[in-house]
């Protein structure tokens, strides 16, 4: 199956986003580099969904303090930003798309994708949160185009932690970008060979 992995350019004046330092390691998939902005970034995910034609896409963000990698279950309508965007903009209480549903589930077998992380070696979970910024931004802009315009497509998000380099300056979590390629690698697969999630309880709202 032809598999689309997205990752984050950096944002909030880092030098580095752990997404895509991880996404462009993983082999065999096709990936892109989506802006850290509420106005184009689903923009530049349905125009790569258009030229690659995927059948599996999996949008990668970066959560800072969050030790494992998560795979998000719920996207939710809302775009209400902490900071501004790279782009300056700073919604608050807006929807991400006018008229949408609430919200949207991954179309991917989220439980089965943590297994899969976990049998790999990396620490991952589940994750009911995706928060109101451009990752949750992206995520529900994702499951809309799915419902609306691909729905030959499943697809989710999945959250990563900040590199070792960005938690120099300050104690917190954090994971090498190689370990978090193989979590990512590992997702994928259980995202293409999976068509029937593993019924366990698990998550977390972080």
Not at 8 to 22: I, K, L, T, Y
Not at 45 to 59: D, F, I, K, Q, T
Not at 177 to 185: M, P, Q, Y
Request: glycine share 10%; charged share 15%.
């Amino acid at each position: 199956m032809r598999a689309l992995l997205t990752g984050f350019e950096p944002f909030d004046g880092a030098a580095v986003n752990p997404s895509w330092e991880a996404v462009r390691l993983v082999p065999g998939v096709q990936t892109a580099l989506l802006p850290c902005e509420f106005g184009t970034s689903l923009e530049r995910l349905r125009a790569v969904m258009l030229e690659y034609e995927p059948e599996v896409v999996v949008c990668v963000g970066q959560a800072g303090g969050r030790a494992d990698v998560t795979v998000e279950r719920v996207a939710l309508n809302l775009d209400d930003a902490r900071i501004p965007d790279n782009a300056g903009e700073q919604p608050v209480d807006r929807p991400v798309v006018p008229g949408g549903p609430a919200a949207y589930f991954a179309t991917l077998p989220v439980k089965a994708c943590v297994a899969a992380a976990r049998k790999a070696g990396v620490p991952a979970s589940v994750s009911h949160s995706a928060g109101t910024f451009v990752c949750n931004h992206v995520f529900y802009g994702l499951m809309h185009l799915i419902a609306t315009e691909f729905p030959q497509v499943r697809g989710g998000f999945v959250h990563v932690p900040f590199t070792p380099g960005q938690v120099l300056d300050h104690a917190g979590p954090s994971m090498p970008s190689a370990l978090v390629a193989e979590a990512l690698t590992a997702i994928v697969t259980a995202a293409v060979m999976v068509r029937d999630d593993l019924r366990l309880t698990g998550g977390s709202l972080h």
